[in-house]
């Protein structure tokens, strides 16, 4: 590629790059700011660009207005229990798939990937009736539980597991005098921790951010997660865009940290999966 | 729910010695080299064990899929021949044929929301992926620095919530306040392309989420500036697997960048196209929060942000059809259905044709 390597083409290349990353920060930035100030500046044309004093003010009012703290714990404990559930479901399930001849292994995985092309909004009716059933309304569980053993966490981790668990370490393993489950406890949970980085951090994610299925079986407000409380927000004091800017940053803060740390090995795991498939 | 097979309290023990429940394996064996007095009923424990395992530890996904994805899909497919308010319970329920598949067909909302959905697929989906692949091609022409940098900044979008940023682009489109007007008034003034926007015929300020005719493109802007990333990181995926020396061969025979591009990444880009493609046409025929949050749940002024899914669940949870409600679900999965198998007829054949020659 010498024809790149001139520097006016080379400039092109990082201004395109660069300005396309400013557009993808700015809403960021501008959450920010506007969580700085109180209504009469936000409403003020031109808008404010740079932050203003008015945080404390803000965070004061949005938290009358909201159980904000509440609906984060729900947030954390709801995410916190898909992640562990998934990456135990889904590390076995990977475990079966990748290290054991069974009859019928193929057609199962086949029928799992095939389910992963079956669009959530099919089931989207009777999910309700059957947490309603259930009891479960309100309930973080109602959020969890059916995606505890999804069949993408699977899928990754079988891919995984099957490179990074040598079928010998096993059967030493076996005549070591581990069941089967030891197997698993004992020889691949060790082996597989950066799976288990990378499915846990999608699952986490993927949950905080669960907006429609919240939408459906979160019917109080001290059950809420945070999209939900976000979006009750913007009824309730819909011109009040400080207070709802300092929540909305709020929520996506602990997510934005996160994704800092370790956004490399998510990148990685997300588009691993694409790839192998 | 089903856990592993009786955890560590059933580990066996091949030499028959009273260490069960002992922690350590791996302990030097007096005598025997090999176990030679296990039982028989050991053996056959250990034996069937080992071939029931493996349904075992794959079971969590088929019992929960039993109950929370083919049941509801199933119970859908049911109620979608029904007439049924679910404040009345099931004894409410009313069989009435086909009647809401008739009747779909001939509501204009549901069309009008069909046609929606569609617009929103095309114009929020083409530009995610044209933005997408020179921009893979640029961050994979390893020819820039901070690489990881760039790519994680154009992926933060897709990590934080739709309801947040739907939220922050309310305020971005907002007619007094919002940063959009804001910027096309600074640049009609300082940039001189106020001819511009006369041009778009754009009367400052723009009222994006109030006139009909904007929602639909505001909605659009916001899907393309979270998805435009996610899309970048799978073709830098794909294209890090095309061999270096095809370009160097290539450069040898005098091939400009263009002719490579053409002829070298795109063909080989194919398959991941396919596959990116197809999860954007799934991902884009059921857009519900973006629309949900910038219309405030309504789908906007004369229903020109109402997709199906916004009314599916509006006419499932707020005017409580539960039938029609369950038989648009079927017609949207019959859609999506349709056009996976013509992207396939469109793009993947030829993709998986060119990776098999």
């Known amino acids: ?277 | 729910m089903a856990m592993g097979p009786g955890g560590d309290s059933v580990r066996e023990v091949p030499h028959g010695a009273g260490t069960a429940g002992h922690p350590a394996p791996a302990l030097p064996r007096p005598v025997a080299a090999h176990p030679p007095t296990v039982t028989g009923r050991h053996r056959g424990s250990s034996w069937w064990k080992r071939r029931a395992a493996p349904y075992v530890f794959i079971s969590p996904f088929f019992i929960l899929f039993a109950v929370f994805g083919l049941y509801p899909i199933l119970f859908s497919f049911y109620l979608s021949f029904h007439s049924w308010n679910a404040v009345g319970g099931l004894g409410s329920m009313e069989w009435v044929g086909l009647e809401n598949y008739t009747y779909l067909l001939t509501d204009p909302w549901f069309w009008k929301s069909l046609w929606n959905t569609v617009w929103l697929l095309i114009v929020s989906g083409l530009p995610q992926h044209l933005i997408a692949i020179p921009l893979a091609f640029i961050l994979n022409s390893g020819l820039v620095r901070l690489r990881n940098l760039f790519s994680a900044s154009y992926f933060m979008p897709y990590i934080t919530s739709t309801v947040a940023v739907a939220m922050i682009f309310t305020t971005i489109y907002g007619t007094q306040y919002g940063a959009l007007n804001a910027a096309l008034a600074w640049l009609a003034d300082h940039a001189r392309l106020g001819w511009l926007w006369e041009r778009l015929g754009l009367e400052l300020p723009v009222n994006w989420l109030g006139r009909a005719a904007y929602i639909k493109p505001a909605i659009a802007i916001l899907v393309v500036w979270r998805w435009f990333g996610w899309n970048t990181m799978l073709y830098l995926a794909g294209l890090q697997t095309i061999p270096r020396e095809l370009y160097e061969a290539a450069m040898v025979d005098g091939a400009s960048i263009p002719q490579q591009f053409r002829w070298i990444t795109l063909p080989l880009l194919k398959p991941i196209a396919f596959f990116a493609v197809t999860l954007t046409i799934i991902g884009n025929m059921q857009l519900f929060d973006e629309p949900f949050v910038l219309t405030g749940g309504t789908g906007g002024t004369s229903e020109s942000g109402l997709t199906v899914a916004l009314y599916l669940y509006r006419t499932g949870f707020e005017w409580l059809y539960m039938g029609s409600a369950a038989a648009m679900s079927w017609m949207l999965f019959v859609i999506i259905v349709g056009m996976s198998i013509l992207n396939f007829r469109l793009m993947g054949r030829a993709g998986l044709e060119r990776r098999g020659g």
């Open chain 1, 1 to 277: 590629m010498q024809a790149l390597r001139s520097w006016p083409a080379k400039l092109a290349l990082y201004a395109v790059l660069v300005s396309m990353a400013l557009l993808t920060a700015f809403p960021f930035y501008w959450m920010f700011v506007l969580a700085t100030h109180d209504r009469s500046t936000i409403f003020r044309a031109p808008p404010p660009m740079w932050f203003g004093t008015e945080l404390s003010a803000n965070y004061e009012r949005l938290v009358s207005t909201l159980p904000f703290w509440r609906n984060a714990w729900n947030s954390l404990y709801t995410a916190l229990m898909a992640t562990g559930t998934t990456l135990f479901f889904c590390s076995l399930a990977g475990f079966g798939f990748a290290m054991y001849d069974f009859k019928g292994r193929d057609t199962l995985f086949g029928f799992l990937l095939g389910t992963m092309m079956v669009p959530g909004l099919l089931g989207i009716i009777p999910y309700y009736l059957i947490m309603r059933w259930l009891g479960w309304i309100n309930l973080p569980r109602a959020l969890y539980a059916p995606g505890m053993a999804s069949a993408f966490g699977i899928f990754l981790m079988r891919q995984y597991i099957a490179s990074a668990v040598p079928a010998d370490l096993l059967d030493a393993g076996r005549i070591d005098g581990l069941s089967e489950f030891g197997l698993y406890r004992r020889v691949v949970v060790p082996l597989i921790k950066p799976a288990f980085g990378t499915l846990g951090i999608i699952t986490f994610v993927g949950q905080w951010n669960n907006f429609m299925g919240a939408l459906i079986v979160l019917k109080e407000r001290t059950a809420y997660t945070l999209p939900l409380a976000l979006r009750s927000l913007q009824g309730l004091i819909s011109t009040d865009w400080g207070a709802l800017m300092l929540g909305t940053a709020l929520s996506v803060l602990p997510l934005l940290v996160a994704f800092a740390v370790g956004s490399r090995r998510i990148i990685e795991g997300l588009t691993a999966g694409a790839l192998k498939g």
